[in-house]
């Protein structure tokens, strides 16, 4: 598969406006092991071998256990995540799933009890901000 174009070489303000949010993120109160889960997780809905590549080995870098990352796929059923963790997955997929049910009331009422609203926002954010990335990474073709 070839890659299409370079959507940093061919539209610089836009690429740069997407690294604004990846800023945000890296500064952001939101935990680096939430922020790896929900990279990969909805990566791995997606279909994003790009960044499947990149948030794994990131994620092996900081710090993050192959062990959970093989079982990410199945993390309701695992017991290696916890609650906190678990909360945030939900999160990740019912966003990335948005057309389903959305953020159902019940996954946002269990995060309530475990996040401010600060964390949930960040939560969203960077649900959201993967979520582009992949899409601006399948649409061009980009690999691995």
Not at 5 to 24: C, I, R, S, V
Not at 84 to 96: F, G, H, P, Q, Y
Not at 132 to 140: E, G, K, L, P, Q
């Amino acid at each position: 598969m070839d890659n299409r174009f370079d959507m940093q070489q061919t539209e610089p303000n836009g690429f740069k406006a997407m690294l604004g949010l990846e800023n945000y993120l890296q500064n952001a109160q939101i935990s680096k092991t939430h922020l790896g889960l929900i990279k990969i997780r909805a990566s791995q809905i997606n279909g994003c071998a790009f960044c499947i590549d990149m948030h794994t080995t990131d994620a092996l870098q900081h710090g993050e256990t192959a062990h959970r990352i093989f079982l990410l796929n199945a993390w309701k059923e695992a017991s290696q995540f916890t609650a906190e963790e678990k909360a945030i997955l939900a999160i990740t997929e019912e966003v990335t799933l948005i057309n389903q049910r959305g953020l159902t009331d019940a996954t946002y009422a269990l995060a309530a009890k475990l996040f401010d609203e600060h964390y949930i926002a960040q939560a969203i954010m960077a649900v959201a901000t993967i979520n582009a990335w992949n899409r601006i990474v399948i649409s061009t073709k980009k690999t691995v």
